[in-house]
Every structure is written in structure tokens, then in C-alpha cells.
């Protein structure tokens, strides 16, 4: 299912996919005190379609 998710992205696109959840993933850790978990695959998903809207 990953793989569909993205098809299409190049290299820079999935590198800015993770930059963009890694950042997310510590301002959540940041503000809500706690720590943030590991990536999981509903994460890439959502950083993907994100990504994709623009």
C-alpha cells in the first residue's frame, strides 16, 4: 500500500515527505510534553497526501 501511495514522488519528494514528519512528529512532542512514538505507516500516508496537496 505504501508503494501506491507513492508512486510518482521522486527522491526530493520523499525526502521532504520525512523532513516534513520528522518536524511535525518534535512540535507535537514539543507542545504536548510527551514523546511523539515512532513513524508509522498512517504517518507516511498522511505526510504523502500532504505533500500532494500542496
Do not use: C, F, N, Y
Not at 512532542?29 to 498512517?42: K, L, S, Y
Amino acid at each position: 500500500m505504501a508503494r501506491a501511495a507513492s508512486a510518482g514522488l521522486t527522491g526530493a519528494d520523499i525526502r521532504e515527505v520525512l523532513r516534513r514528519l520528522q518536524l511535525a512528529k518534535a512540535m507535537r512532542e514539543a507542545t504536548g510534553g510527551r514523546p511523539a512514538g515512532p513513524v508509522d505507516q498512517a504517518d507516511l500516508h498522511a505526510a504523502i497526501e500532504g505533500l500532494r496537496r500542496g
